[in-house]
């Protein structure tokens, strides 16, 4: 690593690290001394030596990213892209501080670094979600240790699409993958894509801390070993937001703020029972809470007045290796939610509890260095009821309420086997699972198959194929709108990957795409329209929801990355896609929802000085569907015969951001400076359907602005 200042504490003798990490101090006195090595974005490292006089001292000094585990064992890999080599062929890993520049000083969400990752889109600046090849974020499956997550966000209204932020801190995870297309069988119950996350441990070499100031929040992270031995580690989170406090303050124009306040706490305990196995408790817990009666006048008959949300998860692991080729592990998890929300007559939106116990068991047999197996299983017992009432313009207002109550279980089984040629060129794998719900009247296959070889020495080139499917959510199954059983989503995926490495650092990354989806569940009489005839069909408020939509989504994906501690890190990525639906019971083809044809995604990181970070992202979409039956005429907004025919503008948002380190002898404070949006760019979606003249089919849509520029700053102090 070059630009790490060394310096002999408390005297004048320092010096910087040249380009190939090398560095010199001579001239040093007898003595006992302190050597200290810091460098912004990295813990220091403080080394004692004691000098005898004539003795010349060769030292080898190894840091580790401030947002990675503190550790006094060191990894070190040949291979940047190392924690890719295994993934599937639409995996990408998110690393350290990769994951905090992007998290934003403004908001400190680790999904909103997901949503700058090659490929992804996400044109709301108030939401955590994010969709994948023209998917929303409800087929997505967010597994947090091992355990796959219901809802993990602070929201708004029980629903993360209307604003939420991630109800984990990022500070606390280790590497972050997203899968985007087929996906090792190992995960399950999803059918657009895989996030995994692991949270890491607590140090064992010493009590660390830090405090934290941000525009957003505030909180402190505490972590040391358990006992005198070390063979066990401890760490414990709490932040507390305020930004609800500076978005009212925000003029948005045309629509009252929408934040919300906030606090987590988090804690994790690590003990090693004996050299050969491990357990882990983790436990962590949230709460939301939204206040807009001053705004009252200005919000709509489905706009959050008030709500309350909590959400707990404690998460019991174990890991056992009884020798060097065999690895068991084992989780035992419960989740909690329960939330209210009100609109600005005081009428209840959304009520509802949602409760889980979770076993995942997994092993890995590893036969030889070329040969892997994984096999595992897992079992969820749900309960899940509340009510969710929507007013619909039919064309008066009417309201539209879902009640349930059911629970059920889900469990299935995996198995997986890699191999690769003794000559390490190729590598195949193959897999699959079954699943079954209680609910469901039939059960899912999941089979999975790669292949992978290198022609040349640099050129990787991957084929991945899968099937996935996704179990409707207890409130589906047992919804007042469901009329006929529904089935489970399925998707096929196809993945074609071709990858060149251009040095040790920087790859072309070239990946074709194609998802086939069949049975999506969907209400598609519950938006106004013209028919065939131009005659306005009104929506129907009790709309049955059923699974009658199928279609495609096809594409590439182009991107360039360098990762290195020296110079630039970072990448430059492009996507076309076109996702588009088939609806039965419309008869009409469309694109999705979420069918965004241009995605442009880019980030820069660059240490300039040992001190000082400089790190940027810009983000383009070329714009979503309006999601319902528009058109537009010189007059404004009629009701069309074609589902999602008009398009919200363009995205377009530049973000960068500078850190900056003071480091003293036992205290590193870091200042985060950042502008949001530098360009001052106009951002705007559909937010919700107004009313429409059943005659001439006039209608007025509600839509909402994103965050105009804005800086902001923040304050780290590492202990």
Do not use: C
Not at 695 to 712: A, D, E, K, Q
């Amino acid at each position: 690593m070059a630009l790490v200042q060394i310096e002999l504490s408390g005297t004048m003798f320092r010096t910087v690290s040249a380009d190939d990490g090398a560095f010199q101090i001579t001239g040093v006195p007898p003595g006992d001394y302190l050597l200290q090595s810091t460098t912004v974005n990295f813990y220091p490292v403080r080394t004692p030596i004691t000098l005898v006089a004539g003795e010349v001292r060769n030292i080898d000094v190894v840091l580790a990213s401030s947002s990675a585990k503190l550790s006094s064992n060191v990894q070190v890999s040949a291979d940047v892209f190392d924690a890719e080599s295994d993934a599937a062929a639409a995996g990408f890993t998110l690393e350290g501080e990769e994951r905090k520049n992007l998290a934003s000083v403004l908001a400190d969400d680790p999904l909103r670094a997901v949503q700058n990752l090659p490929g992804v889109t996400s044109n709301n600046d108030f939401s955590s979600e994010f969709s994948i090849r023209g998917a929303p974020f409800r087929r997505v499956g967010l597994y947090l240790d091992g355990v796959l997550l219901h809802s993990p966000f602070h929201t708004t209204d029980g629903q993360a699409d209307n604003g939420s932020l991630t109800i984990f801190n990022g500070d606390l995870t280790d590497d972050m993958t997203l899968y985007q297309g087929a996906w090792p069988v190992r995960f399950a119950d999803r059918t657009a894509g895989v996030l995994d996350v692991e949270t890491r441990q607590g140090t064992r070499d010493g009590i660390h801390g830090q405090g934290s100031v941000s525009a957003s929040n505030a909180g402190f992270t505490l972590e040391g070993p358990l006992s005198k031995s070390k063979r066990g580690a401890w760490l414990v989170d709490y932040r507390k937001s305020y930004l609800q406090y500076i978005l009212s303050h925000i003029d948005f124009g045309d629509q009252p703020p929408l934040a919300f306040a906030f606090d987590d706490a988090q804690a994790r305990v690590d003990y090693n029972l004996t050299s050969h196995h491990a357990i882990s408790l983790m436990a962590l817990y949230g709460s939301s809470s939204v206040d807009r009666t001053e705004f009252q006048s200005e919000l709509s008959p489905n706009t959050v007045m008030t709500s309350g949300y909590r959400f707990s998860l404690v998460n019991l692991g174990s890991r056992y290796t009884p020798n060097a080729r065999l690895l068991i592990s084992n989780h035992l998890a419960w989740s909690h939610e329960n939330g209210d929300v009100e609109n600005r007559d005081n009428a209840v939106l959304n009520s509802g509890v949602y409760t889980e116990w979770t076993w995942r068991g997994d092993a890995t047999v590893i036969w030889n260095k070329k040969s892997t197996l994984d096999f595992g299983g897992q079992f969820r017992d749900l309960e899940q009821n509340g009510t969710t009432t929507q007013f619909i313009y039919s064309p008066t207002i009417t309201p539209s309420t879902d009640a349930s109550h059911g629970s059920g279980h889900q469990g299935g089984a995996y198995i997986q086997e890699s191999f690769g040629l003794a000559s390490g060129r190729a590598r195949f794998t193959a897999g699959v699972r079954q699943d079954a719900h209680s609910a469901a009247s039939s059960q899912v296959t999941s089979p999975y198959a790669s292949i992978s070889f290198q022609p040349f020495k640099r050129t990787h080139v991957q084929f991945d194929w899968g099937e996935s499917g996704q179990f409707p959510e207890l409130n589906q199954f047992f919804s007042a709108f469901v009329f006929t059983p529904v089935r489970q989503e399925r998707a096929t995926h196809y993945e074609a990957t071709v990858e060149q490495r251009l040095d040790d650092r920087t790859r072309l990354h070239v990946e074709f795409y194609d998802r086939e989806d069949r049975d999506i569940l969907a209400r598609p009489e519950l938006d106004p329209r013209l028919d065939a005839g131009r005659t306005v069909v009104d929506a129907q408020p009790n709309a049955p929801l059923v699974n009658s939509q199928h279609g495609h989504a096809r594409g590439v994906e182009i991107f360039i990355q360098r990762r290195s501690a020296n110079g630039f890190t970072g990448w430059v990525s492009y996507a076309y896609g076109r996702a588009i639906v088939t609806d039965d019971v419309l008869k009409q083809t469309f694109p999705s929802d979420y069918d965004q044809r241009h995605t442009f995604n880019a980030y820069a990181s660059r240490r300039i000085r040992p001190t000082i970070n400089v790190s940027g992202r810009f983000t383009y979409g070329s714009g979503m569907p309006f999601p319902a039956f528009y058109a537009i005429d010189a007059n404004g907004y009629v009701l069309s015969e074609v589902r999602n025919g008009l398009r919200a503008p363009a995205y377009q948002r530049t973000d960068i951001r500078l850190n900056k380190a003071y480091i003293r002898s036992k205290v590193k404070t870091t200042v985060f400076g950042e502008i949001v949006n530098l360009t001052n760019h106009k951002n705007s979606d559909f937010d919700s359907p107004g009313p429409y003249d059943p005659v001439t089919g006039r209608t007025s849509p509600n839509f909402y602005s994103m965050f105009p520029i804005l800086p902001s700053v923040g304050l780290l102090m590492e202990f």
